[in-house]
C-alpha cells in the first residue's frame, strides 16, 4: 500500500511538472530558488569560510547568471511562449551549478571573458562616464534628495503611528466585551436585603482612613443604665 502511494504521489507529481500549463508556476519558484536562493546561501558560506577556490567558483557563477538574466530581459516576453520554456531554464540553472562550476565556468570561459576583453575599453568609459553622471547629479540634487528623504521618512513614520494606534485601538475594542460580561455578572447584579444591609452597615462603620466624609457618631447610651447608676435618684 505504502509503495502503491509513493508510485501514485510521484506520477502525478511527473505529470504535474510536464505540463506547461499546470507547472509554470511552479518552475519558476524553482527557478528563483535554484538560480538565486541556493547561490545566495552558498556565496554566504564562501565568504565566511574565506576559501578562494570557492569565492572564485561563485563568482564566476554570478557573472554567468548576471548576463543570462540581462539576455532574458530583453527576449523573455518572446521565450516564454515557448511550451517548456521555464524546464529548459530550470535545467540551464542546474548545468551553471554542476560540480567544480562547470556549467557557469564554461559559459564565463568560452562566451563571456572574450567578449568583455574584446570591448574593454569601451566599455571603462561608459562605465566611468556613468558613474561620474551620477556623482554630478547627486551633488547638484543633494537638497531635493535629502528633502525627499525626510519627506519618506516622515510618511513611513506616519504610517507606523497609525498602526500602531489602529492595533491599540483593536485590542481595547476586544477587551470590551470582557469588561462588560465581568461586570454583568458581578457588580451590575441585583443584591439582596442581607447584601444590602451589610454593604451599607460597611460604609457607615467604614474608617476616616478609607472614607474621607466619614463623621464619628458618638456611642449611644442606655438610659435605664444611666438612670440605675445616677446617686440622685
Known amino acids: 500500500m505504502g509503495s502503491f502511494g509513493a508510485a501514485l504521489g510521484s506520477e502525478v507529481g511527473l ?6 500549463s499546470a507547472s509554470n508556476v511552479i518552475v519558476r519558484s524553482a527557478c528563483h530558488i535554484v538560480g538565486v536562493g541556493f547561490p545566495i546561501y ?3 558560506k564562501a565568504i565566511e569560510r574565506k576559501d578562494r577556490n570557492e569565492q572564485e567558483m561563485w563568482l564566476v557563477y554570478w557573472a554567468a547568471y548576471g548576463c543570462f538574466n540581462a539576455v532574458e530581459m530583453c527576449t523573455d516576453k518572446l521565450l516564454s511562449w ?4 521555464y524546464h529548459a531554464k530550470f535545467m540551464f540553472l542546474v548545468w551553471l551549478q554542476l560540480p567544480n562550476n562547470y556549467g557557469a565556468r564554461y ?8 567578449f568583455l576583453l574584446a570591448h574593454q575599453a569601451r566599455l571603462d568609459r561608459f562605465v566611468d562616464g556613468t558613474r561620474n553622471d551620477m556623482n554630478k547629479f547627486i551633488i547638484s540634487h543633494q537638497h531635493e534628495i535629502l528633502a525627499i528623504r525626510n519627506t519618506v521618512y516622515k510618511v513611513v513614520s506616519t504610517a507606523y503611528r497609525v498602526a500602531e494606534e489602529g492595533l491599540r485601538s483593536t485590542r481595547i ?4 466585551p470582557a469588561d462588560q460580561a465581568s461586570s ?3 457588580s451590575d447584579a441585583p443584591r439582596s436585603d442581607d447584601e444590602s444591609s451589610v454593604a451599607g452597615f460597611e460604609s457607615i462603620s467604614r474608617p476616616p482612613s478609607e472614607d474621607p466624609t466619614w463623621v464619628e457618631v458618638p456611642a449611644a447610651v442606655n438610659l435605664r443604665d444611666r438612670s440605675s447608676n445616677d446617686p440622685s435618684r
Open 107 to 114: 559559459a564565463y570561459t568560452k562566451l563571456i571573458r572574450p
Open 173 to 176: 475594542e476586544g477587551l470590551r
Open 184 to 186: 454583568s455578572n458581578g
Open 82 to 85: 515557448f511550451p517548456m520554456y
Open 15 to 20: 505529470r504535474l511538472l510536464l505540463s506547461p
Open 42 to 44: 552558498s556565496t554566504h
